[in-house]
C-alpha cells in the first residue's frame, strides 16, 4: 500500500482483557514508532524500531506494554490487563532511513470499559 | 514539564486572509521541526518542516519561520481556505531520522467562508 496502515481501527475491552495492535508501515520504511495520543493532547512517544531492533522503549507506560516487530517490517503493539487510562488512540509512523519525516497511519482507538 | 508549546487552543479565520499558528519550544538541542495537520478520526499528516539551519521554509501557500534565539516557530497560511480547517500540531525532534518526535497540544483552526 502507499500510506502506513493500522488494524483494527477501534477495539473495545473490557479492563483485564489483553489486546494487540498492528502496524503496517510504509514500504522500504526501517524506522518505526508508536504513539500514544489522549484525548486533547499530541502525540506521546512510546517505543521506536529500526528494523527489527527495539532501539527505544523509554515511553512504554508500564511493563503491560509490549511491542515488536520480529521481522522488520510489521509491528504489534500488545497492552496487557488493560486498564481504563489504557483508553486512547494508538498511532504507529515510519520514516525512511535518511529522512526525518515520520509518516502517520490512521491510528486505533482503543476503549477501555 | 512540556518541551513544545501551542499556547492557543483554537483559532478563528476568515477565508482569504492569513492564519498563523504559533509554536514555542524549550529544549535548545532540537534540530528539525514540523508541522503536522490532523483531520478528525484520521492520523497526523505531514505538511511542512524546518531545519534549525535555516529560518524559513516555504512550499505553497504554507510558510514556517523559525527564530532560534526565542525558540519559537509559527506556520503561515496564505490565503486561508475552508478545507485547511483542522487541528494542526507542531512537533520537534533532536535525533534526526531516529529522533522520535515531540508534539504540542494542536491549535484547531476554523477557516469561516
Known amino acids: 500500500g502507499a500510506g502506513v496502515s493500522q488494524s483494527p481501527r477501534y477495539k473495545v475491552a473490557k479492563r483485564g482483557q489483553d489486546v494487540a495492535l498492528r502496524c503496517d508501515p510504509i514500504?522500504?520504511?526501517?524506522?518505526l514508532f508508536w504513539y500514544q495520543q489522549a484525548l486533547g493532547q499530541g502525540p506521546e512517544f512510546l517505543t521506536y524500531?529500526?528494523?527489527?531492533?527495539?532501539?527505544?522503549k523509554s515511553g512504554l507506560p508500564s511493563d503491560r506494554f509490549f511491542a515488536e516487530r520480529p521481522e522488520g517490517s510489521v509491528s504489534t503493539l500488545k497492552i496487557q490487563r488493560t486498564q481504563q487510562e489504557d483508553s486512547a488512540v494508538y498511532l504507529c509512523a515510519s520514516s525512511h532511513p535518511t529522512g526525518s519525516v515520520q509518516y502517520f497511519g490512521p491510528g486505533t482507538r482503543l476503549t477501555v470499559t | 514539564d512540556q518541551q513544545v508549546k501551542q499556547n492557543s487552543p483554537s483559532l478563528s479565520v476568515q477565508e482569504g486572509r492569513i492564519s498563523i499558528l504559533n509554536c514555542d519550544y524549550t529544549?535548545?538541542?532540537?534540530?528539525?521541526f514540523l508541522w503536522y495537520k490532523k483531520y478528525p478520526a484520521e492520523g497526523p499528516t505531514f505538511l511542512i518542516s524546518i531545519s534549525s539551519i535555516k529560518d524559513k521554509n516555504e512550499d505553497g501557500r504554507f510558510t514556517v519561520f523559525l527564530n532560534k534565539s526565542a525558540k519559537h516557530l509559527s506556520l503561515h497560511i496564505v490565503p486561508s481556505q475552508p478545507g485547511d480547517s483542522a487541528v494542526y500540531f507542531c512537533a520537534a525532534t533532536e535525533g534526526g531520522s531516529q529522533g522520535n518526535l515531540i508534539f504540542g497540544k494542536g491549535t484547531k483552526l476554523s477557516v469561516k467562508p
Open positions: 524500531f529500526q528494523n527489527e531492533a527495539q532501539l527505544d
Open positions: 514500504s522500504g520504511h526501517v524506522s
Open positions: 529544549n535548545s538541542m532540537f534540530d528539525y
